[in-house]
């Protein structure tokens, strides 16, 4: 009798879950969702039962069998039939009306975008494209399509050089240090527009140095990492004490869902850890987790660096209970464990003697 009174607790349990995931679901459209922060949300929306349409153009900023892989995985996430993978450039206008008119969104959360600071430097008219008339074409297919809220990925590197922090959102943001971050700074003001004059809720996130399973393979995080694995020496702009509020890809995700599931009308917030770190304890911490010593050759500092992150993540507490979880010993572990187990086997070679060009990005 007992077995069956619980057998009927569990039942109805999953019963109310089921329920609650119907009545609460949505349909997102999320851009950029190949990479490394768009493949964890889309995984996570797809958990909870979402359904997600998937935009991205599968560029060569990076390894383009990472972004594959990325998919693969979501695809094997799918177990409802609620993913939709579309590879389109967000510049391409037409074909983002006609899947919107298709497909039909509630929610836009906008992550496609070229990054990077050094790279934005080298070569700002793509940035330009991307980051300012990408970010165009999706609020106007929001206007037109009547999509009501949309996320979008703004960045630290808006608040260009500082002194000292923590950084606040109500900060002065006039005096950029890279294209990158002009472009970026721009995307926020350009979702002001449309909700002024179209009441489109917007809610810009301004991330804090992510790091983790599937990073970037131009980030800091993840050349240290490389470097130190294969023992090659790693180049440091400046004297390693940078400092960077490093934020775990989790911690991230939980603050983009968070703002996927609160509109607010117009609003920024910072999504970091809240807790920045010396770059040289980082790599300390690294060494660590790696169990090997790094080889460090330091240089002058380049134009378009800054001294320091650190972002005060009041505002999202407040807002709509964003908290941090993840300490860098561990988010390194659980980085590492992909670069094992994951990343080396998927591009199947060892990247011995590749070119030292580590450039500390901070956005």
């Not at 409802?80 to 391409?92: E, G």
């Not at 790696?290 to 650190?310: C, K, L, M, N």
Request: aromatic content about 10%; charged content about 20%; hydrophobic content about 35%.
């Amino acid at each position: 009798m007992k077995i069956k009174i619980e057998n009927t607790y569990l039942i109805l349990i999953i019963f109310c879950y089921t329920l609650s995931s119907l009545m609460y679901a949505q349909k997102i459209l999320l851009t950029g969702a190949a990479g490394f922060i768009g493949s964890h949300v889309a995984q996570k929306l797809l958990e909870r039962g979402d359904s997600v349409i998937v935009i991205d153009n599968l560029n060569d900023a990076y390894d383009v069998r990472l972004k594959e892989h990325n998919l693969a995985l979501l695809t094997q996430s799918d177990n409802n039939n609620k993913l939709s993978v579309y590879t389109i450039d967000i510049c391409d206008g037409d074909s983002i009306n006609a899947l919107c008119e298709q497909e039909k969104p509630d929610v836009i959360c906008h992550l496609a975008a070229r990054a990077g600071v050094r790279t934005s430097i080298e070569n700002p008219h793509e940035y330009f494209r991307t980051n300012n008339n990408g970010t165009l074409i999706m609020l106007e297919a929001a206007r037109k399509y009547g999509i009501q809220h949309v996320v979008c990925a703004s960045s630290s590197s808006v608040y260009g050089v500082r002194e000292s922090g923590p950084f606040y959102e109500t900060d002065s943001v006039d005096k950029q240090s890279s294209p990158y971050g002009m472009t970026k700074r721009a995307g926020e003001l350009l979702t002001y527009v449309y909700h002024h004059l179209f009441g489109i809720s917007v809610t810009n996130l301004r991330f804090f140095t992510v790091y983790g399973p599937r990073g970037r393979t131009d980030m800091a995080p993840f050349i240290f990492m490389d470097a130190i694995h294969h023992q090659r020496p790693i180049t440091v702009y400046g004297d390693g004490s940078a400092v960077r509020d490093f934020t775990y890809v989790d911690d991230i995700v939980q603050g983009i869902i968070k703002a996927i599931d609160t509109p607010l009308g117009y609003e920024i917030f910072n999504i970091g850890r809240g807790e920045p770190i010396v770059l040289s304890d980082f790599i300390k911490t690294m060494e660590n987790v790696v169990q090997q010593q790094a080889h460090i050759e330091y240089v002058a500092s380049f134009s378009g660096d800054v001294p320091q992150t650190h972002a005060s993540i009041e505002k999202a507490q407040q807002l709509f209970n964003y908290v941090p979880q993840t300490s860098i010993r561990s988010g390194l572990e659980r980085m590492y464990e992909w670069y094992k187990n994951e990343y080396l086997p998927i591009m199947g070679w060892k990247r011995k003697h590749t070119s030292r060009v580590y450039v500390l990005e901070i956005e």
